[in-house]
């Protein structure tokens, strides 16, 4: 059965985010000042081959904690649909 996992990987809220801090001066100069706070991450979709939704959500976990997010600075989140 095919799978699909839906990863969120974001920048942990202890750390800035450069691209985040930048996004929100350029929603600033459009006039969209009541924007307060940006943090930019990224969304990753996975289609897995897998006998369960607990073996695909361990694929997609594997994956995220050995290529997918650097877990010093970011954290993720797996959806299996």
Excluded: W
Excluded at 8 to 20: A, I
Excluded at 54 to 76: D, G, H, P, S, T
């Amino acid at each position: 059965m095919t799978f699909t996992a839906h990863i969120n990987v974001m920048p942990l809220k202890e750390l800035l985010d450069p691209q985040g801090k930048a996004v929100l001066g350029g929603l600033k100069n459009l006039g969209l000042g009541n924007v307060h706070d940006v943090r930019v991450g990224k969304h990753i979709t996975l289609q897995i081959d897998a006998a369960s939704k607990e073996e695909a959500q361990q694929i997609a976990e594997n994956a995220c904690q050995k290529l997918l997010a650097n877990q010093v600075m970011e954290f993720y989140e797996v959806n299996i649909q």
